[in-house]
């Protein structure tokens, strides 16, 4: 596609509920970052995929998130029992390959509420 | 101290002034610097791209680089209502890449 695509665009769901957030990269992209942005704290890395491996997890923060990426494209991250602390703007960002040296493009994120 | 530091604002310029938006870091490590613009309810939108020290200028924006004080800033000339929006810095050095940002500066262009 043209840019990076995030579904679902909001996402509301009860405390303890396990969610899935898609991102589909830019074609031919083979760099895929997920990073959550709430209030108060930025924006912050959770993980990083090159092609289908995901050499840095470090930016979990805690075993209740998961990634995965298939066919070097569409990533998901899951998130199991769902905590009120979870609640932010889960965004995607894709580049041409995972060196530093290209610059990363955004989805829209997906908006995530715990009640 | 946390790796980057930005001013959230709000600032507030009327149209047509100059605006300045500036951003330091701690890592020296960083070689890649970013400006991106978030308008309410989007995502990040990548405006300057820059690589070590130096100065680079896309239409009525300038992105500066000085690794020797480890500080970044971008200037937005001739601003417009339109410029309105959350700006944050980016960066890495790392070999994969992923961003450091900033918690950004909120801008408000006033007709």
């Known amino acids: 596609g043209a840019g990076v695509s995030q579904s679902p665009s909001n996402k509301v769901t009860e405390k303890g509920k396990d969610v899935e957030l898609r991102c589909d990269p830019i074609s031919g992209h083979t760099a895929l970052y997920w990073y959550r942005q709430s209030l108060g704290q930025g924006l912050e890395f959770l993980i990083y995929f090159q092609g289908n491996s995901a050499p840095d997890k470090s930016g979990l923060p805690s075993d209740r998130f998961s990634a995965e990426r298939t066919g070097g494209s569409v990533s998901t991250l899951t998130i199991q029992r769902t905590q009120q602390e979870d609640s932010a703007v889960y965004l995607c960002?894709?580049?041409?390959?995972?060196?530093?040296?290209?610059?990363?493009?955004f989805g829209d994120g997906t908006r995530l509420s715990i009640l | 101290q946390k790796e980057v530091e930005q001013d959230p604002g709000p600032l507030s310029v009327p149209e047509g002034a100059i605006v300045s938006l500036n951003c330091t870091y701690s890592?020296?490590?960083?070689?890649?610097f970013m400006w991106y613009r978030q308008y309410s309810r989007k995502g990040p939108e990548l405006l300057m791209y820059?690589?070590?020290?130096g100065n680079k200028e896309d239409g009525r924006f300038t992105a500066q680089v000085d690794k020797s004080s480890k500080y970044i800033s971008l200037f937005i000339r001739d601003s417009q209502p339109s410029d309105s929006a959350t700006y944050l810095c980016?960066?890495?050095?790392?070999?994969?890449?992923?961003?450091?940002f900033g918690k950004g500066t909120k801008l408000s262009v006033k007709p």
């Open positions: 890592n020296s490590a960083f070689q890649y």
């Open positions: 980016a960066m890495s050095g790392g070999s994969q890449g992923n961003l450091i």
């Open positions: 960002a894709s580049s041409r390959e995972g060196s530093g040296n290209q610059p990363q493009h």
């Open positions: 820059t690589y070590s020290s």
